[in-house]
T-cell receptor, first 109, second 112 residues
């Protein structure tokens, strides 16, 4: 079946690194995505990774993919207060994205 | 360039009334999607349009929900005889073919 799981909450100190983890079930997913949602806003595409890659880096963001374990992570370096939001992991299903429940990231001084 | 736009941004309606939600995708994007975000159910797929192909309606929760996409661009999601459980944020996204999906700001629907 289709299921994407994420931990619900993460609290980090400003300036530290944040790591948000996700597991998915469909090994045929071609792409895996990370979206950010701020209060009252839509989903902002942060980054995505093709399933034949194991790492992608984009400025402060690093995505790691372990296809064998169906595990995806998003690392945010030097976390800032502006990074406080809900982060959604998603896998590409048939004609749709399948989302996790979202991880709420709280950044404190 | 312009992103995905949705209107209205907020809608309050009475139970039993019909509502129409509009989505303007990114120009040139062939695919358009509707999702619903609610506290209890998270993000759920509703419907997918791709070019002139028949839409994938497999996510529509009941026959009170329908959607159209005219001229391969603008889409309207219609909910007939609204119920309180229809209260949610309705999100539209578009993509180039089956590429990365870009989302609009959503329409917040409250059914009283």
């Amino acid at each position: 079946g289709e299921d994407v799981e994420q931990s619900l909450f993460l609290s980090v100190r400003e300036g530290d690194s944040s790591v948000i983890n996700c597991t998915y079930t469909d090994s045929s997913s071609t792409y895996l995505y990370w979206y950010k949602q701020e209060p009252g806003a839509g989903l902002q595409l942060l980054t995505y990774i093709f399933s034949n890659m194991d790492m992608k880096q984009d400025q402060r963001l690093t995505v790691l993919l372990n296809k064998k374990d169906k595990h995806l992570s998003l690392r945010i370096a030097d976390t800032q207060t502006g990074d406080s939001a809900i982060y959604f992991c998603a896998e590409s299903g048939y004609n749709k994205l399948i989302f996790g429940a979202g991880t709420r990231l709280a950044v404190h001084p | 360039g312009a992103g995905v736009s949705q209107s209205p941004s907020n809608k309050v309606t009475e139970k039993g009334k019909d509502v129409e939600l509009r989505c303007d995708p990114i120009s040139g994007h062939t695919a358009l999607y509707w999702y619903r975000q609610s506290l209890g159910q998270g993000l759920e797929f509703l419907i997918y349009f791709q070019g002139n192909s028949a839409p994938d309606k497999s996510g529509l929760p009941s026959d009170r929900f329908s959607a159209e996409r005219t001229g391969g661009s603008v889409s309207t999601l219609t909910i007939q005889r609204t119920q309180q459980e229809d209260s949610a944020v309705y999100l539209c996204a578009s993509s180039l073919d089956r590429g990365a999906q870009y989302f609009g700001p959503g329409t917040r629907l409250l059914v009283l």
